[in-house]
Nanobody
Framework: QVQLVESGGGLVQPGGSLRLSCAASTTILSFVAMGWYRQAPGKERELVATIRVSGTSNIADSVKGRFTISRDIAKNTVDLQMNSLKPEDTAVYFC??????????????WGKGTLVTVSS
């Protein structure tokens, strides 16, 4: 199991920015993909952005043009830059890693989450 530690959440006013960071306990080059998901109160967890080992990224339509995902291979981190934040972006943001076990079976690891609150 990969250990993941998120940081960077907090309270921000509408229109503001935050940068989330997820640090992995092992080299991210061993991962199939890394990404960010979020879960708002009373709602299901949803994909925000992912980046594959190839560097290809996928951004949810709801945040496209406002959020950017990036990775730092040397630091084993994946970051989520969030700009033009809206109240509806309020949620707990979770880091997720997709890997494969020794038998090739898919494995998923989650961080504990970091709270982002967008409010005036």
């Amino acid at each position: 199991q990969v250990q993941l530690v998120e940081s960077g959440g907090g309270l921000v006013q509408p229109g503001g920015s935050l940068r989330l960071s997820c640090a992995a306990s092992t080299t991210i080059l061993s991962f199939v993909a890394m990404g960010w998901y979020r879960q708002a109160p009373g709602k299901e967890r949803e994909l925000v952005a992912t980046i594959r080992v190839s560097g290809t990224s996928n951004i949810a339509d709801s945040v496209k043009g406002r959020f950017t995902i990036s990775r730092d291979i040397a630091k084993n981190t994946v970051d989520l830059q969030m700009n033009s934040l809206k109240p509806e972006d309020t949620a707990v943001y979770f880091c997720r890693v997709d890997t494969r076990g020794a038998d090739g079976a898919p494995l998923v690891s989650w961080g504990k989450g970091t709270l982002v609150t967008v409010s005036s």
